[in-house]
T-cell receptor, first 114, second 112 residues
Framework: GAGVSQSPSNKVTEKGKDVELRCDPI?????LYWYRQSLGQGLEFLIY????????KSGLPSDRFSAERTGGSVSTLTIQRTQQEDSAVYLC????????????FGPGTRLTVT | SQQGEEDPQALSIQEGENATMNCSYK?????LQWYRQNSGRGLVHLIL?????REKHSGRLRVTLDTSKKSSSLLITASRAADTASYFC????????????FGQGTTLQVKP
């Protein structure tokens, strides 16, 4: 079946612009996670959604970052007023439920802020 | 912040040899997972081992967990060139939310 998909695969943007990154999880998975991978920081948790509960935003690095998940499915990560330090690969993952379940990752979006 | 350390940071072996990677973590956990990453993009789940388990196998992979030492190891037996990748351990930090905290990873190169 279809795995987790992300779009775009690559995004180059100018400093100060806003960007939106999209994630389509596996159908039926109630939990959705966003991570960021950068050279300096490794793999970092950003935010997760479980069903209709309020998202856990504890990993978001600043208030320029936000995410939503519509209808319990597709998620969008928005970065406002991008900075060069936002350059990274943004990875989305989904799992059957939050907790003791394996996570399935998408291919990621490589964001470059110039 | 990173949960723990992975050792070694890089490993180069010949095809057919075994590869062992170690992971240490800092907090109590519900489970520990190992992932593989090719070419710096999506991660592929390998094995999940729960805190009450000591060893788990999947094909050529064997994972051990020692909660008293807060450490885990991943053994790949009879390695192949296709096993060349980065390997990461990740824990949930006992939150049971699935919020994974990743190690720094081990880069494995298997030479044909």
């Amino acid at each position: 079946g279809a795995g987790v998909s992300q779009s775009p695969s690559n995004k180059v943007t100018e400093k100060g612009k806003d960007v939106e990154l999209r994630c389509d999880p596996i159908s039926g998975h109630t939990a959705l996670y966003w991570y960021r991978q950068s050279l300096g920081q490794g793999l970092e948790f950003l935010i997760y959604f479980q069903g209709n509960s309020a998202p856990d935003k504890s990993g978001l690095p600043s208030d320029r970052f936000s995410a939503e998940r519509t209808g319990g499915s597709v998620s969008t990560l928005t970065i406002q007023r991008t900075q060069q330090e936002d350059s990274a690969v943004y990875l989305c993952a989904s799992s059957l439920q939050a907790g003791d379940y394996e996570q399935y990752f998408g291919p990621g979006t490589r964001l470059t802020v110039t | 912040s990173q949960q723990g350390e992975e050792d070694p940071q890089a490993l180069s072996i010949q095809e057919g040899e075994n590869a062992t990677m170690n992971c240490s973590y800092k907090t109590s956990i519900n489970n520990l997972q190992w992932y593989r990453q090719n070419s710096g993009r999506g991660l592929v789940h390998l094995i999940l081992i729960r805190s009450n388990e000591r060893e788990k196998h999947s094909g050529r992979l064997r994972v051990t967990l020692d909660t008293s030492k807060k450490s885990s190891s991943l053994l790949i037996t009879a390695s192949r060139a296709a096993d060349t990748a980065s390997y990461f351990c990740a824990t949930d930090g006992s939150s049971n939310t699935g919020k994974l905290i990743f190690g720094q990873g081990t880069t494995l190169q298997v030479k044909p």
